[in-house]
């Protein structure tokens, strides 16, 4: 790089570091965070997760409720449940259109709910994971008011992630962040079957 180059570019570093450094100093609350993973692309589920490995590594403890899923086999389960800092906890119905049963499905999501409302009462669990909750809400199993409140009187160090395809507007508004993952490709829809330890 020439000398003018150089200088060009650290003028820039320069003019950007203040930028950043202005936006850490406004950055300055300190609380736990609401965080939203929807959209139809690839990514919600396993970004929470990473989000959970993320918390366990410093110590912190940890609680994932997935709704939807249950009789499905789940790699990243499989190797963190064994941590004492993480309860995991699942429907155990199927998808709906195997199910194909609500009363059944209703009463699965309220008694994993249950679990939901003791993490979100419990200071001592750092991050909460609500995986899939955007189908129990709007399959109306739960009570969207009660989802809310137990969101919103939560610890103040607790943050919480929700994923799943379709979050109403209602569920972004109580969010701090919302990422949407966008389908822009899919492998399954070029016939690639899902595989072992990547999809699940
Ligand atoms: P992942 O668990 O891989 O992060 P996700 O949580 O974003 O995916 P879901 O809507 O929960 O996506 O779908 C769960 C399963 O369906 C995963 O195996 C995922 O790879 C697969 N999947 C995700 N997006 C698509 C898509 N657009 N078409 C087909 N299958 C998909
Ligand atoms: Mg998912």
């Known amino acids: 790089m020439t000398d003018s180059k150089n200088e060009k ?3 820039r570093m320069q003019a950007r570091k203040e930028i950043v450094d202005a936006g850490v100093a406004k950055a300055q609350q300190e609380r ?25 590594g410093y110590g912190y403890r940890a609680a994932v409720a997935q709704f939807i899923k249950g009789t499905w ?8 449940e064994s941590s004492p800092l993480l309860e995991w906890q699942q429907m155990g119905t199927d998808f709906t259109w195997e ?14 709910w249950a679990h939901c409302k003791r993490w979100l009462a419990d200071p001592e669990i750092y991050l909460v994971v609500l995986d899939e909750l955007t189908y129990a809400l709007n399959y109306k199993w739960l009570d969207k008011q009660e989802v809310l409140e137990a969101i919103q009187n939560r610890p103040a160090e607790q943050s919480v992630v929700i994923t799943g ?3 109403k507007q209602y569920l972004l508004d109580a969010a701090d962040t919302v990422s949407e993952m966008t389908l822009q ?4 829809h070029a016939g690639v ?6 999809e699940w």
Do not use: M, P, S
């Open 32 to 56: 736990g965070v609401v965080i939203i993973h929807t959209g139809d692309g690839k990514g919600k589920t396993t970004a929470a997760i990473g989000t959970v490995a993320r918390a366990l």
């Open 99 to 112: 199910t194909q049963d609500d009363a059944a499905d209703r009463a699965a999501a309220e008694k994993l």
């Open 193 to 198: 079957a899902a595989r072992k330890g990547i």
């Open 165 to 167: 395809r379709g979050a």
């Open 9 to 11: 570019h650290k003028a």
């Open 185 to 188: 490709k899919h492998a399954f």
């Open 73 to 80: 086999e789940c790699g990243e389960k499989n190797y963190l």
